[in-house]
């Protein structure tokens, strides 16, 4: 508490917007999410967001995904026209001076398939020749582009095995059986199509509830290291759960040294696989206590973070969901168990009136502790004519964490929108973590960190026996620990650099559980630089 | 509709032959439900006898039982022209009139009858209003949940409570119990900013008026502003300490905002003022549980299980302990827990919605 209070005083510009909004001329891109008089389902859901130095010029570049052109009503066979550019996914490559310069055309990824709606991305170098891959989420089929290594992408969706199909939803790379190449896990929301789609609500016609419609499973594709992945949902278990997933996140909670898959389904239990380390998952949501609220009652699980708030070195989850509905917030106990801790942390006051979807447990002030921004915005467009104490456009929450307790604090943004996709990553290089938010309908939200005089440290990991970007590591600072992806928020993937606040402190001690089983420990690392950290090549 | 009450045959004063063969002709006719033909038949009875009033009676119902209430209007005015005590045309006119819509004019008709019910609609249509809810509660008395009769006390009921909301309103428009009363009309209407600002100057004019501040505390606790709804709820304890629900929601808005201390003192008062509300002592195993004195939330939720025993809320405090023992590493009794948790949901209960 008085390190907390000293800092305040320390630090009276704390109590100043945490970001500045900054204005891109050149981000001029718009989620075009097409909403209909049918209140086709898809239309409330986009889109993604990704923060990664695809040319690795040590620049973030940020990629974020459209949705399409729905008419009202949908013909058949479904076409979302998406030749027309404003319809595209976009890539944005950050240049020297901050600015960003689009390069979709010239990255190869004009072409989004017309029979696809754009929901979210993943992002991994699931090759490990050292460059990001992107893996394009949608309604439809999904895409996996490879990065050449030259600037440009090539859509190797087909060869490598991995479209899926359906309604997929937020997906992640990540290297669930530690053989040093990232495989792929690909959330799905439910069997649905436009088609089968209706309006609910009654006189208020709206979106319909996700039990309206059937459940589906989710995909795990195997890498098997040659380009091409297969899909071992059925064999691994994943599939043996049905589910409306929204969101993933990836963390070893029981440090038995296999990364676990958190799923955060909507109006239904929540999802544990636990890894058994034999290419196998038990759901274990139930019996671990992140399936329900406290009350036991279903939650309407959106997006999702599998991050230590608490700094006990134990990954703990925080799940965004609709008002009413506290977000979630599963504290890790240890021995495989899981409290609730929604109450305690602040989040029932925070969170009760608003609808979550993209989340991050990030340091904004460098002190030490993970804060936690959420954007947020009803799934109903028209909600304010049902409840006017909800709302469809919202500012995003902002809680810092004053020793594991949240405390609302100003994010910058002064004008209310329908938040979605949120990806987290330092974009201008200053130590500082910054936030870029997708909006339905609108731009996205850059939100640049003003920083302060805390001190920081950025880890880049470099994998050689594990996987070339280390995901998967659980890293700790300075008692503090996180737990190296991707992966996490919803429908977004932020920087795979690891950021960590180190308050007062100048140096910091770091010690590294690399996936393989290596693990490192540098001593006197000095603070605010970006250090890449190598995996020892033997055992 | 109507039930239509048969009349006594009155014992005819040295009826003729003819008279008493057209009797009935139109009795058995209207039993076949034939009452074009009963109606022809008593009609002959009114022409052969035009001083008895039972035979205007008995056309009068014939009418009635046709549908043609406009009809039996006349001939049962004129039996009771003949005839003024005759109770069964009275009851018979006060339905043709009730039908017709002449309520007013039906009741007095009605109120020499021994139909309760019918006299507290007609009385309701008439706008007498507490008449005819009290007529209508003993109608009720005698026909428990008969579902028309309900429906007809429901009307009457709301028809009344808005008549003296009305009356409230117009005769003191700045009143608080008319801010009180227009507020309670939003909130109905889930208008909240409305129903906020009109508890508000409410308060601002009888800042003592019992249950105000907990009604405005609803509100708050509705659009889950947890801080406003705590002080509402806390000044409502202030001025009713004797208030179980008020303590108990002051206990609730505390908990949600994960004052687990000061929630458990609320709630532990609550439960004193008003022993074994299992909502209240649900709560006050949750704020135990936060407080991390295990023992007093296993005894609460136990409690809440024993009076509820099958209920969604039993099974939140079966959920409720299994979390309780899986922290304590008591795998068994969580397993049993979290099984009894599973039967009630797939019993159809679903859990509660979190308390506002």
Redesign the interface.
Known sequence: MLKKALMILLLPGLAAPVFEVKLQPNLDFILRNSPTPQKYLIETMPGGVALLDYNNDGLLDIFVVNGGRVTSPMRIPENFDRSNPSYWNRLYRQNKDGSFTDVTKEAGLASAGNGNYGMGVAIGDYDNDGYPDIYVTNYGKNTLYHNNGDGTFTDVTERAGVAAGGWSESAGFVDYDNDGKLDLFVTRYMEWDTKRSKTCGGEWHTYCPPEEFPATTNILYHNRGDGTFEDVSQRSGIAAKKGRALGVAFADYDDDGFTDIFVANDGMQQFLFHNNGDGTFTEVG??A?VA?S????RLSGMGAVFQDYDNDGRPDIIVTEL????YGVYHN?G?G?F??RS????L??LS??SSGWGVGLEDFDNDGWKDLFVAQGHVLDNVETI???LHYKELPLLAMNNQG?FERADPGLTTPVAGRGAAFGDLNNDGWQDVVMTVLGGPPQVLINRGGKQHWLVIKLRGTRSNRDGLGARVRVNGQTRFATTSGSYLSASDKRLHFGLGAAETAKVEIDWPSGKRQTLSDVRADQFLEVVEPEKP | MITIVAILFFLWQSPSPEVLQHMRAGAEAEKAGHFDAAIVEFQKVTELAPTEATGFARLGQAYLEKGDYGRAIPPLQHALKLDPDMAAAHQLLGYALLSQGYPAQAVPHLEKSDDVAALGIAQMEAGKLPDAVAHLVTALANRPNDPDLLYYLGRASGLLSKQAMDNLIATYPDSARTHQAMAENYYVLRQMPQAQKEFKEAIRLRPDLPKIHLELGLVYAGASQWPQAEAAFRTETELQPGDAEAAYRLGNALLQQGKAKEARVELTRSDKLLPDMPETLYSLGKAAALEGDNAAAEKAWKKVIELEKESSLAGQAHFGLAGLYRKQGKTAEAEREMGEFKRLQAAGTPPLAPQQ
């Open positions: 139930m019996s206590g329900l406290e009350d036991g009652r008002p009413r509905e506290i106990d021995k168990s409290s609730y109450l305690q942390t602040g029932g006051v009760s009136g409840d006017p104490s307790r």
